[in-house]
């Protein structure tokens, strides 16, 4: 611990350039440094008075209550500043318990030799308290109590823990890194819509977003009686006499005209009215008794998106080079480590772009995260190492600096193939035959055992993939890629676009999809096409391949899976 404060002091010198300002937020009470720029300037700053704020990780009192020794974390970083409070300062029985919140104004003063750190601070006003009931407190436990899995219970807490901090930092890290990565090769970010008519991937496990059912419910609360329709016919039949007398009388059409306008009024109530009246457990049914979607709010059925591609290559058939980074939907009823119902998707798409360049672009795309994170945010990275995946700095590293391999996927079902022949493995699924799509086993093998790298698999069955995949020479294969890392499996997945609005229509058809929904995608093909390529990156994956966290429930904030939502 000696050793490393006298690191942090010797990073005074480097620091001496700072100023108090490089280390403030300038936007909160007092202008609170940060407590991880703070720790970092080490003794930069010794004798300033600064204002430090965040929640109390462990507190204890000394010499008989005269003093507290309050160890805070702002979640800057993994580790704490140890501020000093003395008994005429403050209440120190509110300062002292576990998740109480504390801004306090103080003198910063060199620590003992002995201690891990530099500096700590000796307060000398509190100008915020926020009490915690330490007995209460859902996650004032033990590291050892505080697993993941409870922690998912306490969503609203467990980013108070220092792991959830730490994954939420590399997240943040990524995200940043995604944008710059995009913008330095001339990309530009479109928002790709939530809400959709189409289905990009043809699963068919799509969340429906409609009005219908609130609607149905407000009926079923309320229904409508035949009363209810008997007066809205009487009205109807009392303004039509109102209206036929004025005809009588010859009346000129400005009197006339708001006697027409109220029976029109009242002609489409009943009509709505009766409608409603006649809706099968309140929804409104076609005459062959389907649902009658025509009736609700954007008149066609809709979804949530399961993803954004299909719009970025609108973009990119006239802007060249696009991404889109958001939030995409599956209601797959999966309670796997793997599957979210929320996730967030990064999807570039090129023109002018083949399978070559795809692959290219997505290898960079994935070297330049890891080193994002070695580079800002390693400290996070060995804290997270140190309590789970022991190997998670080295693979990050690897993937860094290393070139990928390729295989086509015809080569590498013979390669498995070979290796159960000979013994070499044995999988849940060894019926290993050209066709079939791969499963995680066989791609977490082929990345950290047969290659032990970063690996790319092209060129795979055009009946294992999706409909917008450019078909080969060969009729048998699209142009499809995968990117599989070791300890993961399947990171990316892309490919080449079919450009050809024949073989796109075709597809389309083959896949029982209607063409009609997507007469926009085959327009783009029949007026100036381009060969055009992309990928999509489930960002979660992405942080659990880097940070080595087994349950993707744990490296998104707030988990959207079946039977849980906050």
Same mark, same amino acid.
């Given at each position: 611990?000696?050793?490393?404060?006298?690191?942090?002091?010797?990073?005074?010198?480097?620091?001496?350039?700072?100023?108090?300002?490089?280390?403030?937020?300038?936007?909160?009470?007092?202008?609170? @440094?940060?407590?991880?720029?703070?720790?970092?300037?080490?003794?930069?700053?010794?004798?300033?008075?600064?204002?430090? &704020?965040?929640?109390?990780?462990?507190?204890?009192?000394?010499?008989?209550?005269?003093?507290?020794?309050?160890?805070?974390?702002?979640?800057?970083?993994?580790?704490?500043?140890?501020?000093?409070?003395?008994?005429?300062?403050?209440?120190?029985?509110?300062?002292?318990?576990?998740?109480?919140?504390?801004?306090?104004?103080?003198?910063?003063?060199?620590?003992?030799?002995?201690?891990?750190?530099?500096?700590?601070?000796?307060?000398?006003?509190?100008?915020?308290?926020?009490?915690?009931?330490?007995?209460?407190?859902?996650?004032?436990?033990?590291?050892?109590?505080?697993?993941?899995?409870?922690?998912?219970?306490?969503?609203?807490?467990?980013?108070?823990?220092?792991?959830?901090?730490?994954?939420?930092?590399?997240?943040?890290?990524?995200?940043?890194?995604?944008?710059?990565?995009?913008?330095?090769?001339?990309?530009? +970010?479109?928002?790709?819509?939530?809400?959709?008519?189409?289905?990009?991937? &043809?699963?068919?496990?799509?969340?429906?977003?409609?009005?219908?059912?609130?609607?149905?419910?407000?009926?079923?609360?309320?229904?409508?009686?035949?009363?209810?329709?008997?007066?809205?016919?009487?009205?109807?039949?009392?303004?039509?006499?109102?209206?036929?007398?004025?005809?009588?009388?010859?009346?000129?059409?400005?009197?006339?005209?708001?006697?027409?306008?109220?029976?029109?009024?009242?002609?489409?109530?009943?009509?709505?009215?009766?409608?409603?009246?006649?809706?099968?457990?309140?929804?409104?049914?076609?005459?062959?008794?389907?649902?009658?979607?025509?009736?609700?709010?954007?008149?066609?059925?809709?979804?949530?998106? @399961?993803?954004?591609?299909?719009?970025?290559?609108?973009?990119?058939?006239?802007? =060249?080079?696009?991404?889109?980074?958001?939030? =995409?939907?599956?209601?797959?009823?999966?309670?796997?480590?793997?599957?979210?119902?929320?996730?967030?998707?990064?999807?570039?798409?090129?023109?002018?772009?083949?399978?070559?360049?795809?692959?290219?672009?997505?290898?960079? +795309?994935?070297?330049?995260?890891?080193?994002?994170?070695?580079?800002?945010?390693?400290?996070?990275?060995?804290?997270?190492?140190?309590?789970?995946? $022991?190997?998670?700095?080295?693979?990050?590293?690897?993937?860094?600096?290393?070139?990928?391999?390729?295989?086509? +996927?015809?080569?590498?079902?013979?390669?498995?193939?070979?290796?159960?022949?000979?013994?070499?493995?044995?999988?849940?699924?060894?019926?290993?035959?050209?066709?079939?799509?791969?499963?995680?086993?066989?791609?977490?093998?082929?990345?950290?055992?047969? +290659?032990?790298?970063?690996?790319?698999?092209?060129?795979?069955?055009?009946?294992?993939?999706?409909?917008?995949?450019?078909?080969?020479?060969?009729? $048998?294969?699209?142009?499809?890629?995968? @990117?599989? @890392?070791?300890?993961? &499996?399947?990171?990316?997945?892309?490919?080449?676009?079919?450009?050809?609005?024949?073989?796109?229509?075709?597809?389309?058809?083959?896949?029982?999809?209607?063409?009609?929904?997507?007469?926009?995608?085959?327009?783009?093909?029949?007026?100036?096409?381009?060969?055009?390529?992309?990928?999509?990156?489930?960002?979660?994956?992405?942080?659990?391949?880097? =940070?080595?966290?087994?349950?993707?429930?744990?490296?998104?904030?707030?988990?959207?899976?079946?039977?849980?939502?906050?």
């Amino acid at each position: 611990m000696a050793a490393a404060a006298s690191e942090a002091r010797g990073e005074a010198q480097a620091a001496g350039s700072l100023s108090l300002a490089d280390i403030q937020h300038p936007f909160t009470i007092g202008e609170r @440094v940060v407590i991880d720029k703070l720790l970092k300037s080490g003794t930069a700053f010794v004798g300033q008075t600064v204002v430090a &704020g965040g929640w109390v990780k462990t507190g204890r009192t000394a010499d008989k209550g005269a003093f507290a020794f309050l160890e805070v974390n702002d979640g800057s970083c993994p580790a704490n500043l140890q501020v000093i409070v003395s008994a005429d300062v403050f209440d120190l029985s509110i300062l002292t318990s576990t998740g109480a919140s504390v801004l306090v104004k103080g003198v910063l003063v060199e620590s003992p030799k002995d201690k891990k750190q530099a500096i700590e601070l000796k307060a000398t006003e509190v100008l915020f308290a926020g009490s915690s009931e330490g007995k209460t407190y859902p996650i004032a436990k033990t590291r050892d109590a505080l697993s993941l899995e409870f922690l998912r219970s306490v969503i609203h807490f467990r980013v108070r823990t220092q792991t959830i901090a730490a994954i939420t930092r590399i997240r943040n890290t990524l995200a940043a890194a995604t944008h710059e990565f995009f913008q330095k090769n001339g990309f530009l +970010y479109v928002h790709s819509p939530v809400v959709t008519a189409s289905d990009c991937e &043809g699963a068919g496990e799509m969340f429906q977003l409609t009005t219908l059912l609130s609607e149905a419910d407000k009926l079923l609360k309320a229904p409508i009686t035949p009363a209810e329709i008997e007066r809205l016919q009487a009205e109807v039949s009392a303004q039509g006499s109102a209206v036929k007398e004025l005809k009588t009388a010859k009346v000129d059409k400005p009197t006339l005209q708001p006697a027409l306008d109220e029976l029109e009024r009242r002609k489409v109530t009943l009509k709505n009215t009766q409608d409603l009246m006649s809706r099968v457990g309140g929804l409104p049914h076609t005459a062959e008794g389907s649902i009658d979607y025509t009736k609700d709010f954007f008149g066609k059925p809709a979804f949530l998106t @399961v993803s954004g591609q299909l719009e970025a290559e609108i973009y990119a058939c006239a802007l =060249t080079s696009v991404y889109t980074f958001g939030p =995409t939907f599956r209601a797959e009823k999966s309670h796997t480590t793997r599957h979210l119902a929320e996730f967030w998707m990064i999807e570039p798409e090129i023109a002018f772009c083949d399978l070559e360049g795809n692959m290219k672009c997505a290898e960079q +795309y994935v070297r330049y995260c890891c080193q994002a994170v070695l580079d800002r945010s390693l400290e996070d990275l060995q804290f997270l190492a140190s309590r789970g995946d $022991k190997g998670a700095v080295d693979r990050v590293k690897q993937v860094a600096t290393s070139a990928f391999a390729r295989v086509s +996927y015809t080569e590498a079902i013979e390669l498995l193939q070979q290796h159960i022949k000979e013994g070499k493995k044995e999988f849940k699924e060894m019926n290993v035959v050209w066709g079939i799509d791969l499963q995680s086993e066989h791609e977490r093998y082929l990345a950290e055992e047969v +290659y032990k790298c970063p690996l790319i698999v092209y060129n795979y069955p055009k009946e294992i993939k999706s409909f917008y995949m450019r078909l080969n020479e060969d009729g $048998k294969t699209v142009a499809a890629m995968d @990117v599989l @890392v070791p300890g993961v &499996g399947e990171l990316i997945g892309g490919s080449q676009r079919e450009e050809r609005a024949d073989e796109l229509e075709k597809r389309i058809e083959s896949a029982g999809l209607n063409k009609e929904t997507y007469s926009w995608y085959l327009d783009l093909r029949r007026y100036g096409t381009v060969p055009h390529s992309g990928f999509g990156l489930g960002f979660e994956r992405l942080i659990m391949f880097t =940070t080595g966290i087994e349950n993707i429930r744990d490296v998104i904030p707030f988990p959207r899976y079946p039977g849980h939502i906050l």
